[in-house]
């Protein structure tokens, strides 16, 4: 599986995904807390937040369905503004990367934006994620904060 290397950005840098956006967007989501509380202490300790284009799409579609427009536009507005978010664009060699990965590991059920994910950690030697999703940490990484997989609860199917 996915195994990072070590880099000045990753020993100061935590990788954000779609159940970590959410769970700091939702108050409700029982992992609200102890999400913010692990991106405080990135930011605190002179990191940043990375995520790339595919997860804040996911991210800010999930948003609109199951908060509304307004907490859309508003969690937008929060990130765009932010100098302490690295986006990392998914170009044609990481979309690649990650076509691979999606077809070659046959006893995950991965998304293409996961895999897309692990590329860019790997990429960027970063280690940790901040996500509820299991697929991380089936991956190789090590993921933030410690709660249940609530993975299903995010789908945008239901």
Request: glycine share 6%.
């Amino acid at each position: 599986m996915a195994r990072a290397v070590s880099s000045p950005l990753s020993r100061q840098a935590l990788f954000v995904d779609t159940a970590g956006w959410m769970a700091m967007a939702d108050a409700a989501d029982p992992a609200h807390q102890a999400s913010r509380r692990e991106r405080d202490l990135c930011l605190e300790g002179g990191g940043n937040l990375v995520s790339t284009d595919y997860v804040i799409d996911e991210t800010l579609t999930l948003i609109r369905v199951r908060l509304g427009l307004r907490a859309a536009a508003e969690w937008w507005a929060q990130i765009d503004a932010s100098f302490r978010i690295r986006w990392e664009r998914i170009d044609a060699s990481r979309a690649e990367k990650a076509r691979t990965r999606f077809f070659e590991w046959t006893d995950k059920d991965f998304s293409f934006t996961d895999c897309t994910s692990f590329v860019v950690m790997q990429e960027l030697g970063l280690a940790k994620a901040l996500t509820t999703d299991r697929h991380f940490s089936q991956a190789g990484f090590e993921t933030v904060p410690r709660v249940p997989d609530r993975r299903r609860q995010y789908s945008l199917g239901e």
